[in-house]
Antibody, heavy 121, light 107 residues
């Protein structure tokens, strides 16, 4: 069974940093691209960042570019999101999601349950 | 960026009825359109990809149609477990973008 479990969330002050982790199991992690998606309280889904299976290709949303860093450790089956210079508008539930290719482009076929990040003084 | 306009934002229906959710892209995305279901306490579920292909495990009462800029999610013969929030998402290009969601509630 495919499982994605996020951790590392919490309450953090504006301007500080936080690192999220996503532990994958039930599939060969190193074969799949991965994504982070977030959802602010009461709002919709917002894509944050993507990383290819070998970390060769990395993409960010403009709202986090220069502040967040996506990375992965295939030996540890773990995806990361390093978040710096956090703002109140970064408050959200952060999901990791696996990307599978059906044809030429990837779609997110498995999601974790999310890690909550609250940015507040 | 590709903007995804989803409607309606809220829908009330009774079990057994059929509902239709629309999703419009600001430019052609071919058929690179996915539909997701979100329920409290559960992982988000991929229902449909490539505009109309059911993900393994998705009940046949769900169907998707469309290509280019206009897409529709149809749910026929609603079951109690279908009442949830639904999102469309384009994966034609980065940044990946989602519709604003449709909350389907029991009438």
């Amino acid at each position: 069974e495919v499982q994605l479990v996020e951790s590392g969330g919490g309450l953090v002050q504006p301007g500080r940093s936080l690192k999220l982790s996503c532990l994958a199991s039930g599939f060969t992690f190193s074969n799949y691209g991965m994504n982070w998606i977030r959802q602010a309280p009461g709002k919709g889904l917002e894509w944050v960042a993507s990383i290819s299976s070998s970390s060769s290709y990395i993409y960010y949303a403009d709202t986090v570019k220069g502040r967040f860093t996506i990375s992965r450790d295939n030996a540890k089956n773990t995806l990361y999101l390093q978040m710096t210079s956090l703002r109140s508008e970064d408050t959200a539930l952060y999901y990791c999601a696996r990307e599978v290719y059906y044809g030429l482009k990837g779609v997110m076929d498995a999601w974790g349950q999310g890690a909550s990040v609250t940015v507040s003084s | 960026d590709v903007q995804m306009t989803q409607s309606p934002s809220y829908l009330a229906a009774s079990p057994g009825e059929s509902v239709f959710i629309s999703c419009k892209a600001s430019k052609s995305i071919s058929n690179y359109l996915a539909w997701y279901q979100q329920k409290p306490g559960e992982a988000n579920k991929l229902l449909i990809y490539s505009g109309s292909t059911l993900q393994s495990g998705t009940p046949s009462r769900f169907s998707g149609s469309g290509s280019g800029t206009d897409f529709t999610l149809t749910i026929r013969n609603l079951e109690p477990e279908d009442f949830a929030v639904y999102y469309c998402q384009q994966y034609y290009e980065k940044p990946l973008t989602f519709g604003s969601g449709t909350k389907l509630e029991i009438k």
